[in-house]
């Protein structure tokens, strides 16, 4: 079955870097979309930043654009998530999740699968 596992979250200072991992396993498709989706405590999931296979093209949300890298390994199973200038409004749950498909969007509801979450909590 698909799997989707992350890791890399973890406790870091405003200004500070973390990158964050994502293992896809279990699936066929020629394109596919991976991408990262957060949710804070009282708030709704939000689109972070997502990839393409096909092209590797990145999408990053508004909040994070500048500062968020997203990129996808040549055997297409690893998503990486690179957060620098880290802030507070940056802390909550990160779930990796997949897109089978043409799909190259932050709009969770595209997305077939998901993973059981990575926390990261930004602070002094």
């Known amino acids: 079955q698909v799997q989707l596992v992350e890791s890399g979250g973890g406790l870091v200072q405003p200004g500070g870097s973390l990158r964050l991992s994502c293992e896809a396993s279990?699936?066929?498709?020629?394109?596919?979309?991976i991408g990262w989706f957060r949710q804070a405590p009282g708030k709704e999931r939000e689109g972070v930043s997502c990839v393409h296979n096909e092209d590797g093209n990145e999408l990053h949300a508004g909040s994070v654009k500048g500062r968020f890298r997203i990129a996808i390994d040549e055997a297409g199973t690893m998503v990486y998530l690179d957060m620098n200038n880290l802030q507070p409004e940056d802390t909550g749950i990160y779930y990796c999740?997949?897109?089978?498909?043409?799909?190259?969007?932050?709009?969770?509801?595209?997305?077939?699968?998901w993973g059981q979450g990575t926390q990261v909590t930004v602070s002094s």
């Open positions: 279990g699936f066929t498709s020629d394109y596919y979309a």
């Open positions: 999740a997949l897109a089978l498909g043409f799909y190259h969007t932050l709009e969770a509801t595209e997305y077939d699968y």
